[in-house]
Antibody, heavy 122, light 107 residues
Framework: QVQLGESGGGVVQPGRSLRLSCAAS????????MHWVRQAPGKGLEWVAM????????YYAESVRGRFTISRDNSKNTVDLQMNSLSAEDTAVYFC???????????????WGQGMLVTVSS | DIRMTQSPSSVSASVGDRVTITCRAS??????LAWYQQEPGKAPKVLIY???TLQSGVPSRFSGTGSGTDFTLTINNLQPEDSATYYC?????????FGQGTRLEIK
């Protein structure tokens, strides 16, 4: 069955960096686009970034563009989110999620990881 | 960016009732819309995509309609396990955006 699992979260000081990783299994990873979605405590869902199945296309929310970088390693079935210049506004649970469209993207999410909390605080 | 506006923000209903949640897009998105259910402390779960297509495994008492700018999620015969927050999401264009959520309480 499809499984997604995030790692790398924790507490980080403002202005510092953190890298999240999502390990995927149970499907042909290199045929699906992947996303990161976040949720601040007590708030709604916010899409963060998407990477195409082959890494050829990447899209970002305006709130993270220039600070966050999404990448993937299809040999390891992982998708990462490098987060730089973090601020308190980036405090959230970060979910990795699979796009349902093989060899393209639809822009929605059919499988989600359990989420990883990132807290930006001094 | 496309703004997604849900109503109501919260609703309370009884077991067996029917509930309708609406979602309005700030511009036309054809049928590029999905609905999600999120229980506290859990990851969201997709219910419906392409405005009206039921995700495999989702009970048939969930249904979605709409196109363009106006969409609805209907839950028939409410069950206790339907207590959750529901989000709409547009997949028409980047950045992908969500509605603010509708909290459903079962009386």
């Amino acid at each position: 069955q499809v499984q997604l699992g995030e790692s790398g979260g924790g507490v980080v000081q403002p202005g510092r960096s953190l890298r999240l990783s999502c390990a995927a299994s149970g499907f042909i990873f290199n045929t699906y686009a992947m996303h990161w979605v976040r949720q601040a405590p007590g708030k709604g869902l916010e899409w963060v970034a998407m990477i195409a199945y082959d890494g050829s296309n990447k899209y970002y929310a305006e709130s993270v563009r220039g600070r966050f970088t999404i990448s993937r390693d299809n040999s390891k079935n992982t998708v990462d989110l490098q987060m730089n210049s973090l601020s308190a506004e980036d405090t959230a649970v970060y979910f990795c999620a699979r796009d349902p469209n093989a060899s393209g993207w639809y822009g929605s999410f059919d499988y989600w990881g359990q989420g990883m909390l990132v807290t930006v605080s001094s | 960016d496309i703004r997604m506006t849900q109503s109501p923000s919260s609703v309370s209903a009884s077991v067996g009732d029917r509930v309708t949640i609406t979602c309005r897009a700030s511009q036309g998105i054809s049928r590029w819309l999905a609905w999600y259910q999120q229980e506290p402390g859990k990851a969201p779960k997709v219910l419906i995509y392409a405005a009206s297509t039921l995700q495999s495994g989702v009970p048939s008492r969930f249904s979605g309609t709409g196109s363009g700018t106006d969409f609805t999620l209907t839950i028939n015969n409410l069950q206790p396990e339907d207590s959750a927050t529901y989000y709409c999401q547009q997949a028409n264009s980047f950045p992908i955006t969500f509605g603010q959520g509708t909290r459903l309480e079962i009386k």
